[in-house]
């Protein structure tokens, strides 16, 4: 059983910044790809930002040079810095992690319940 708990979600207002945690625990060997989704009101849910183990990173071309996406491999902690935030980047964002558990071979998807950004004045 592996658990993914975000935190730091809120109201802001425009320009403001906010910054999202995610720590993974359970029975976890080792966690590949770490990620952030997010999904507004109706719409589906769509890829933030992604993070290799090895820290190589991908965003989606809105979130870029605003959004910051790192982890710490050792306390299995994904983050998301968000600066210069705008009405459209509201949503509920979610964790996402590739877990390899303890005794497995393939990486698992897990996720995380979700936690509220909304930005508006």
């Known amino acids: 059983q592996v658990q993914l708990v975000e935190s730091g979600g809120g109201l802001v207002q425009p320009g403001g910044s906010l910054r999202l945690s995610c720590a993974a625990s359970?029975?976890?060997?080792?966690?590949?790809?770490m990620g952030w989704y997010r999904q507004a009101p109706g719409k589906e849910r769509e890829l933030v930002a992604t993070?290799?183990?090895?820290?190589?990173?991908n965003y989606r071309d809105s979130v870029k040079g605003r959004f910051t996406i790192s982890r710490d491999n050792v306390k299995n902690t994904v983050y998301l810095q968000m600066n210069s935030l705008k009405s459209e980047d509201t949503a509920v964002y979610y964790c996402?992690?590739?877990?390899?558990?303890?005794?497995?071979?393939?990486?698992?998807?897990?996720w995380g319940q979700g936690t509220q950004v909304t930005v508006s004045s």
């Open positions: 993070i290799t183990r090895g820290g190589s990173t």
């Open positions: 996402n992690a590739a877990v390899i558990r303890s005794g497995d071979y393939q990486p698992v998807d897990s």
């Open positions: 359970g029975n976890i060997f080792i966690i590949n790809d």
